[in-house]
């Protein structure tokens, strides 16, 4: 994350708020997974996952960046459209939060 090009343009937020906005966006993903799939659920980790992942573009976290893309792209199927993968999309969704979270506890310390 402190791969920030135009250090002219203020950041969108610290690490430190963007740490507490993950946190959020894990506590979504384990609502998705636990209710599994349910629409509304997807839909507010799907928007808050996109919001994160615009952010750091703009911040210029650019593999902080890509690692959300990921986790959105997920995110925005439905359960028609992976219900034969379900587990696999699960253990994805995971994988990349916590590559997130590590990502984020070494630029903050």
Known sequence: MKH????????PMDVGTFSKAL??????????????WDETRRRVAYEMSTALCEASKVAGWKETAGILQALTSLL???????QS?????????????EMLT???????A
């Open 102 to 108: 590590r990502l984020v506890r070494s630029e903050s």
């Open 4 to 11: 920030h090009d135009d250090t002219s343009k203020p950041l």
């Open 76 to 82: 925005a199927l439905p359960l028609e459209e992976i």
């Open 23 to 36: 946190f959020r966006l894990e506590c979504a993903v384990q609502e998705v997974i636990s209710s599994e």
């Open 85 to 97: 993968v379900r587990e696999t999309v699960r253990d994805k969704l995971l994988e990349l939060v």
